[in-house]
């Protein structure tokens, strides 16, 4: 099959986050399948989001794409789909833009209000609707009102030859004492406010802890300014944005995975961490346990609780047997989200 992906996210795991991760991914994945993928980039930009994709999107109503099937990311393909076409158009809804504005302030809550709509578009024009989690199954019926018959569930796809290829790079270090690894885009929703305070009550439990956090975002100023006013000093790390490489560094050489995060509708840094072996601590909510199991590939705790994210992690860095019991499940666990298998159950759902 011929498809054509339209995407207005910026290429790239730093800027694109995780949805360019499971773009990448499912793209290549289909490709070693046999099947020709092309890809819409996004082009010029003016640095407003918003309007980056409205015109994004009116670039692609003018231009439209040659494909059996046409693959609209999140929002992506409103207003060509609503012309007529001959594809089949598929919308693949990473993170479901009117649940993450849930948790969201201010001017940002706005704006993605206002995509929320052309979301909302895109999944009545589409023949079909794909999401990476029953949560969000969920979530696309309330909010948006599609149909149970035209949703299908596909987890995002890891890449796990490439990472461990990169794990076995690694090279070994001296040993820094017990270390939290965190890797996030900072919004809001990600709550790396409790792993900082959940770190504060860590350091007087366990002296030598250390938490590594990978990544930047909306939040950042706001987490640098908590970080000092619970004089956490060099307890947490920030490691901003670093390449690919060094992120399987941070995976290797951490004792255990958390991101706190309340809205996930997939969560691939999860997968990330469990294909390095790592016990992960997470809350019940969202999508999370549907991929971090309790107590089988980790410990999950209520949301927006520093105290009991902090005993989870307590109870992972005191015990050996437990952290690598978990390590070894997740591992097992992320085999079924590798590039084919999703590639392959994906092109099933899509094909007219």
């Known amino acids: 099959m011929r498809f054509a992906f339209l995407s207005s996210t910026p290429a790239g795991p730093t800027e694109g986050s995780g949805t360019w991760v499971a773009i990448d991914g499912l793209v290549r994945g289909l490709e070693a399948l046999g099947h020709t993928v092309g890809r819409r980039p996004l082009g010029p930009r003016t640095r407003f989001h918003t309007l980056d994709r409205w015109l994004y999107n009116a670039r692609v109503a003018l231009?439209?794409?040659a494909a059996d099937v046409v693959v609209g990311v999140d929002l992506d393909g409103?207003?060509?789909?609503?012309?007529?076409?001959?594809?089949?158009?598929?919308?693949?809804?990473?993170?479901?833009?009117?649940?993450e504005l849930r948790n969201e302030r201010g001017v940002v809550r706005a704006l993605l209000g206002v995509q929320a709509r052309w979301e909302r578009l895109n999944t009545e024009r589409a023949d079909r609707v794909v999401v990476p989690s029953r949560y969000s199954a969920g979530i696309a019926h309330e909010v948006y009102h599609v149909p149970a018959e035209r949703l299908a569930v596909v987890p995002e796809p890891i890449d796990l030859g490439e990472w461990r290829r990169r794990f076995a790079a690694v090279a070994p270090a001296p040993p820094r004492g017990p270390t939290v690894l965190s890797v996030a885009r900072m919004y809001?929703?990600?709550?790396?406010?409790?792993?900082?305070?959940a770190a504060a009550l860590l350091r007087d439990r366990i002296?030598?802890?250390?938490?590594?956090?990978?990544?930047?975002?909306?939040?950042?100023?706001?987490?640098h300014a908590l970080h000092a006013t619970l004089g956490l000093g060099e307890t947490v790390t920030f490691l901003g944005d670093i390449p690919r490489?060094?992120?399987a560094v941070e995976y290797v050489r951490a004792d255990c995975f958390c991101l706190p995060t309340v809205q996930e509708g997939f969560g691939i840094v999860f997968a990330e961490a469990m294909a390095a072996g790592l016990a992960v601590v997470a809350c019940r909510a969202a999508?999370?346990?549907?991929?971090?199991?309790d107590r089988?590939?980790?410990?999950?705790?209520?949301?927006r609780s520093p105290e009991e994210l902090a005993m989870a992690l307590e109870t992972l860095l005191m015990n050996d047997g437990l952290?690598?019991?978990?390590?070894?499940?997740g591992a097992a666990r992320v085999a079924s989200f590798d590039l084919e298998p999703v590639a392959r159950r994906f092109a099933q759902v899509a094909a007219p």
Do not use: C, H
Request: charged content about 25%; overall charge positive.
């Open 63 to 65: 231009a439209p794409p």
């Open 78 to 99: 409103f207003m060509w789909a609503g012309q007529p076409r001959a594809a089949r158009f598929v919308v693949a809804l990473k993170g479901i833009i009117a649940d």
């Open 188 to 197: 809001p929703r990600k709550r790396l406010e409790d792993l900082l305070r």
């Open 207 to 223: 002296p030598p802890v250390r938490v590594r956090i990978v990544g930047e975002g909306p939040e950042s100023v706001r987490l």
């Open 245 to 247: 490489q060094a992120l």
């Open 287 to 293: 999508a999370v346990p549907e991929l971090v199991e």
């Open 296 to 303: 089988r590939t980790g410990l999950l705790v209520n949301p």
């Open 323 to 329: 952290r690598a019991d978990l390590g070894r499940a």
